[in-house]
């Protein structure tokens, strides 16, 4: 029997007082160490353990103060492939975005506050106008996100009345956005028209009665309907509803702010051709293809936007004083298109040239491949998808490392464990990193978090 086990337990005092204490004391506090050092013996005494060494005490409590104070929300490396991943934080932010959010935080601003007057001035001053120039809008308006803005819109323009949707529209987007249950929390009642695949002009029409307030139009964000299929294009949609009387309200979801074929991406309708289109109202997120912070921009007629901004559940879903800084530096980026790959990172990495993604994956995989040399490490050509619904169909090509042997999910798991973890995605017996998001400059910190060659 080794002295160790037959060490009673250490009292509370005689650990605080212990070497080892100091450095708990001065990274954790008092209160969090002394009560870390009572719950560990409570637990020993109750598990009948009554011998330890006072080091195994102080190295269990360090673990759990550690852990309890560690970050739960950590920055990773997405190489899933899928560039603006919701479970991953969608589009990664400018550093000039993301500073000017910090400063917006740390300090007083001018939110409302009217520097030019000293009255008290309009949140949505900082970012309305940009909108107007950005989409040709009359108004603007922005929340919390593309969701709350198509409650706000919905409740503002017809609660407790009809809006119309083609059954091909009526689209889920994960977690809890699903077009007929936003429509009722939103107080409006869903008026169903069309089929899946076929929705003509005169199913509107007909759909049309007193209890329609609007008519509406649903991207379909991720799916496509194809074969025997025939929608009702926007032009004609705004014809209809104009005709009775009723506004048109065009939810695009991911809505860019710039033609995308512009750089070879395929083309998503902005919200300058829904406008153009006869849409009254037209709502996108800020977080997918337009690069920014999660919000929801709606843009508009100004009679429409005036009643939104006079709803009270605008309060309820008003953005705050730092994602306003940040919208506001990316909706200004905007205004130099010619630099705009360079500058927002989310068009940067869709953009991103194959070659230039199969060099970073070639440096990636030696490295890989001399952390796990036991393992298969090869590169391959792969295709990333833009993800958060935007583009569903269509892929970027890319290059990932692809890593093979047994065991994958463990060392998937392993890879999630680094200090920033790696995330990939495993298919047909190989775990798979697509590099498109590590960016040359980034390179450098994933190798040095790659473990020693085991
Ligand atoms: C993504 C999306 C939404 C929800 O937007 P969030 O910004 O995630 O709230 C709504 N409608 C469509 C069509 C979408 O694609």
Redesign the pocket.
Known sequence: MTTHAISPLPSLDALLRAPAAAVLLARFGRSATTETFRRILAERRQARLFHAPEAEILDRAADVLAAGFARSQRPVFNLTGTVLH?NLGRAPMPPEAAAAAAEAMRSATSLEYDLDTGKRGERDSHIAPLLRRLTGAEAATVVN??????VLVLNTLASGKQVAVSRGEL?E?GGA?RVPDIMSRAGAVLKEVGTTNRTHARDYAQAIGPEMAALMR??Q??YKISGFTASVPTEELARIAHAAGLPLID????GSLIDLARWGLPHETTPMESLSAGADVV?F????LLGGP?A?LIVGSKATIAQIDANPLKRALRLDKGRLAALEVVLRLYLDPDRLAEKLPALRLLTRAEADIRATAERMAALIQRAWPARPVTVEACRSQIG??ALPVDLLPSAAVAIGGGGLEALASALRGLPCPVIGRIAQDRLRLDCRCLEPAEEAMFAAQLPAAS
Not at 145 to 150: S, W
Not at 251 to 254: H, T, Y
Not at 285 to 288: Q, R
């Open positions: 919701t996100n593309n969701a709350a803005a198509v689209i987007i956005f649903v991207h964000a991720n939810d695009l979801g991911s709502t997120s800020g977080d997918k999660q929801g958060s619904g």
